[in-house]
T-cell receptor, first 116, second 111 residues
């Protein structure tokens, strides 16, 4: 079974630019999550999409946005990049989470974003 | 707000020593608790979950509802256990269940 895939693996941008990160969930999973893993800060929840809708977002400014497509893949967009946005961005997927026991999230390898 | 607290950013032990990674959660209902692990150059992956009551790679975790804790333990640490460990809890709201992660604890096992 193919796992969660993310592209690109590395992304280099300059301040003020926009970055687009992509994620493909495990087949059959409808939920996609985005996390930021900055050095020394652990895992910070960014966004959660399920069935094409944004279900929840973490404590991040609006310039962090995204969407989920009909095939359940997802994009994370970061506008007006700042130096502090440099981090590993992780995507995870899970089954629809209506029931307890379906929350287990499976993570992708991440996209390392470097803002110069 | 529902929270997961991992008080230690870094835990450093010698090989063969016992290990306990602490995790406390805010009480709300009957959450499910999880431990995720991220080894160097590998993706974050599920280590174990409370509902399964299993031991994985020698690690166990007991849910203590009185203390709202879910500490991860291993009697004899191995060098290959060195990794970043995240505790997580389920959180049910708006008809959906989601996971809330702690900040993580880096375990360093020295030879």
């Amino acid at each position: 079974e193919a796992g969660v895939t993310q592209s690109p693996t590395h992304l280099i941008k300059t301040r003020g630019q926009q970055a687009t990160l992509r994620c493909s969930p495990i087949s059959g999973h409808t939920s996609v999550y985005w996390y930021q893993q900055a050095l020394g800060l652990g895992l910070q929840f960014l966004l959660w999409y399920d069935e094409g809708e944004e279900r929840n977002r973490g404590n991040f400014p609006p310039r962090f946005s995204g969407r989920q497509f009909p095939n359940y893949s997802s994009e994370l967009n970061v506008n007006a990049l700042l130096l502090g946005d440099s981090a590993l961005y992780l995507c995870a997927s899970s089954f629809g989470q209506v029931s307890v026991g379906q929350e287990t999230q499976y993570f992708g390898p991440g996209t390392r974003l470097l803002v110069l | 707000a529902q929270r997961v607290t991992q008080p230690e950013k870094l835990l450093s032990v010698f090989k063969g020593a016992p290990v306990e990674l602490k995790c406390n959660y805010s009480y709300s209902g009957s959450p499910e608790l999880f431990w995720y692990v991220q080894y160097s150059r590998q993706r974050l992956q599920l280590l174990l979950r409370h509902i399964s009551r299993e031991s994985i790679k020698g690690f166990t975790a007991d849910l203590n509802k009185g203390e709202t804790s879910f500490h991860l333990k291993k009697p004899f640490a191995q060098e290959e256990d060195s990794a970043m460990y995240y505790c997580a809890r389920s959180s049910f709201s708006g008809g959906y269940n989601k996971l809330i992660f702690g900040a993580g604890t880096r375990l360093a096992v020295h030879p």
